[in-house]
């Protein structure tokens, strides 16, 4: 390419990124259970018409494409600053939307769709031609979810189209639990906001794959390993989930092996039989360097602390709570600008699992041994 001409590239970007970054984007206040049906047939117009729609899941909020429209499906990888290497979810609103997206329906996943359709499962599945290579990142596979909040069944339902969902954050920061959060990262970059409030379960999906056999979990949530066996028998976990991820040993969901859900601030886990002694040794020091130092607490821990900023994400006794409250604790501790964040940690079992998965994700897998 001759200077000239790059240069003549580089403006055409320039100004294309200037009239993006112009974009007015619509907020809009939506009735969490019962929503407006001017506004969700207005934000499925946008939709139809090939738009960004963010909108609330029972999990995290949702960014809304058009999931047959590969332009409309690379416009949320742009705003997002995803790589393309990352699929997305196809998010349906009725059971019937599922056949003409997959190539077949396996026994398990019946059995699955069955005991937790609508709600916070999404399944791997083998893709029909119609899913566009941009949905799918050049896979075969296809991930579909049918969620269960009402405000996305009904978008999805007005724009009767399967509809490509990533979490509406900018790549690598927290997955958005509210409107909030979504404005921050997107604003003037999307078409509408749906705002309903903060979302119940506050952490992405399970992920679980059910073209193989037995069916096999590529990300922890709300719907765990042992509710899935109930109904299925057999069910496998990705081994790669709780590891930093190398290039021999790699989660099977392209998406987790990205860094994720990472505050500003340095983020260590501490794990040890006296966790609060060993962070207020270590805020101290950290404070004598001039460093402003966060601790993610618990409500029975968080008078213990000595730091700059200390925040507790919930009850131990409570751990929906604590997954519900996670990812808004870490976009506070950003607000709070702190240099280095200390965390709790939580068991490995039940929801747990998904707790941890996204803990050790935004601390790059950084653990503090407090003995
Ligand atoms: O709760 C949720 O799942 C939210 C709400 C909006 O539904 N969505 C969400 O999407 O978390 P996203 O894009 O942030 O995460 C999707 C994950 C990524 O890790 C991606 O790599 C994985 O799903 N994924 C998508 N298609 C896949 C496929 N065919 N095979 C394996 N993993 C896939
Ligand atoms: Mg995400």
């Not at 049918?146 to 007005?158: G, Q, T």
């Not at 952490?203 to 299925?232: F, H, N, Y």
């Not at 213990?304 to 925040?311: G, M, P, S």
């Not at 709570?321 to 506070?332: D, T």
Request: aromatic share 6%.
């Amino acid at each position: 390419m001759t200077l000239v001409h790059a240069e003549a590239v580089k403006n055409t970007k320039n100004v294309a990124e200037q009239i993006c970054n112009q974009m007015k984007t619509m907020q809009k206040k939506v009735h969490t259970q019962y929503p407006e049906a001017d506004i969700i047939a207005q934000a499925a117009q946008i939709l139809q018409q090939g738009g960004l729609v963010a909108f609330p899941t029972e999990t995290v909020y949702g960014l809304g494409a058009n999931g047959l429209d590969e332009a409309a499906c690379k416009r949320i990888y742009e705003a997002k600053g995803r790589p393309s290497d990352n699929p997305l979810i196809l998010h349906i609103s009725h059971i019937d939307e599922l056949r003409p997206i997959v190539r077949d329906i396996p026994q398990a996943a019946q059995k699955l769709i069955d005991a937790f359709w609508p709600g916070p499962l999404t399944m791997i599945f083998q893709k029909a031609d119609c899913v566009p290579d941009t949905v799918t990142g050049g896979l075969d596979t296809v991930a579909v979810r049918f969620p269960s909040h009402s405000v996305a069944m009904a978008l999805i339902r007005k724009a009767g189209l399967p509809i490509a969902a990533p979490s509406a954050n900018t790549s690598g920061k927290p997955s958005p639990t509210r409107a909030e959060h979504v404005a921050l990262d997107l604003d003037g970059k999307i078409d509408m906001i749906l705002d309903g409030g903060a979302t119940t379960w506050g952490l992405e999906s399970t992920i679980v794959d059910v073209s193989v056999t037995p069916p096999m979990i590529l990300r922890p949530g709300a719907i765990t390993k042992e509710m899935m066996a109930q109904v299925v028998g057999d069910v496998d976990i990705d081994a790669a989930l709780l590891q930093k991820p190398t290039t021999d040993f790699r989660p099977k969901a392209p998406g987790m092996k990205y860094t994720h859900y990472a505050p500003k601030a340095d983020v260590f886990l501490v794990q040890g039989n006296d966790v609060v002694r060993c962070i207020n040794d270590l805020a101290k020091k950290q404070k004598a360097q001039g460093k402003k130092v966060g601790v993610l607490a618990t409500d029975q821990t968080k008078a213990k602390y000595h730091a700059d900023v200390v925040l507790s994400v919930g009850s131990r006794e409570k751990l929906e709570e604590i997954g519900a409250n996670l990812f808004h604790v870490l976009r506070q501790f950003d607000v709070c600008q702190t240099d280095v964040v200390y965390a709790e940690v939580f068991p490995l079992t039940g929801e747990g699992l998904a707790i941890m998965n996204r803990l050790q994700k935004s601390a790059g897998y950084r653990m503090i041994e407090a003995d």
